[in-house]
């Protein structure tokens, strides 16, 4: 059996997001039921490099198809000025759990592009009020592509409004869509007042104050994925119906940690994990529910899912690189 090799662009071309958002979908109800296996996403600090390595492994059983996988990814900030990298650079494997055989590699950056797309819209299906037409981006980087993708798959969105320090980020923004979507720039408090929120920026302060959002705005907190990383105002979190992915990564690096370690929120303000909200155990939006918010700190069994979906249709199609992984 081959090994498939996978580029950015033949992931993109795989990935469909619909089924992309399915098996996220699929990979949250697993984990809340047992059926997924995910040791803690393990860090190698590079300070002399301004940099580091994180390690996440997993498998899920989702009943019709279980898969296993790691993603080995980075995040190095001065790639980009003075490598003309990306700050983020990641790879995948993707391997069959009965005889560990690697079935493929895979760009890992386009996978966490996906799935975080697609676990954005699996949160707006089940928190957005049914009727929300416009959608705001803080962060106008790639992540912000795939935001749209995803919710718009959920909810039909006619208005998108975007914010971004970089006024280019903007334009390219603006031009990728504008065949598709009344979408302009504008003021982070005009795009939070939208009937969904994606926040997508490495901030270490807020950026999103409590009177910026609408009085039922649903938000996707994805940018803080580090201890120190916060885009919400701490006030936003204690008005609103929070939902979290995963209690040990939001609590340690997610939109949540600053405030759950200075005592600010605690366990009684969490309402719920997705994955609960998922199989049924716990409701997604009621007639009282004004704010709600979804942390996302990305977990690795999104990622396994991702690259379950990403692999299949690469199989159909036969338009990849391989390699015999294992010789005989």
């Known amino acids: 059996m081959d090994t498939l090799l996978l580029d950015r662009e033949a992931v993109d071309a795989n990935a469909r997001m619909d089924e992309v958002t399915d098996a996220v979908s699929a990979a949250f109800a697993a984990y ?38 790691i993603k080995w990814v980075n995040v190095h900030p001065d790639n980009p000025q003075k490598f003309d990298l990306p700050t983020v650079i990641g790879t995948m494997i993707y391997s069959d759990p009965e005889t560990a055989m690697p079935l493929a590699i895979m760009d890992g950056s386009e996978v966490t592009m996906k799935r975080t797309g697609a676990a954005a819209a699996v949160a707006t299906d089940h928190l957005a009020i049914d009727e929300a037409r416009s959608l705001g981006l803080v962060g106008a980087g790639v992540q912000s592509y795939t935001q749209v ?11 998108i409004v975007v914010s971004d320090l970089d006024e280019a980020a903007i334009e390219a923004f603006v031009d990728a869509f504008s065949d598709r979507f009344d979408v302009r720039g504008g003021s982070i408090a005009e795009a939070a007042a939208c009937d969904v929120l994606s926040t997508v920026t490495p901030s270490t302060e807020p950026l999103v104050s409590r009177e910026h959002l609408g009085a039922h705005t649903h938000v996707n907190a994805m940018g803080a994925d580090a201890a120190a990383k916060q885009e919400l105002d701490p006030a ?9 992915d995963d209690h040990d990564q939001t609590t340690h690096s997610g939109e949540i940690s600053i405030p759950y370690t200075d005592g600010t929120i605690g366990d009684e303000d969490i ?47 036969g338009d990849v690189d391989s390699f015999a992984f294992v010789s005989r």
């Open 32 to 69: 809340e039921r047992g059926d997924a296996r995910m040791p803690a996403k393990s860090y190698i600090d590079l300070p002399e490099y301004n940099g580091d390595f994180r390690s996440m492994p997993a498998y899920m059983d989702a009943g019709d198809w279980d898969a296993a996988g």
């Open 149 to 159: 993708e995803a919710i718009a798959a959920v909810r039909d969105i006619e208005e």
């Open 236 to 244: 936003i979190l204690e008005a609103a119906k929070l939902v979290i």
């Open 271 to 317: 309402d719920a994990a997705v994955g609960e909200i998922v199989v049924g155990e716990r409701p997604g939006r009621t007639d009282d529910d004004g704010i709600t918010v979804f942390d996302s700190t990305g977990l690795a069994i999104q990622d396994v899912a991702t690259a379950h979906v990403v692999y299949e249709h690469a199989q159909e199609t």
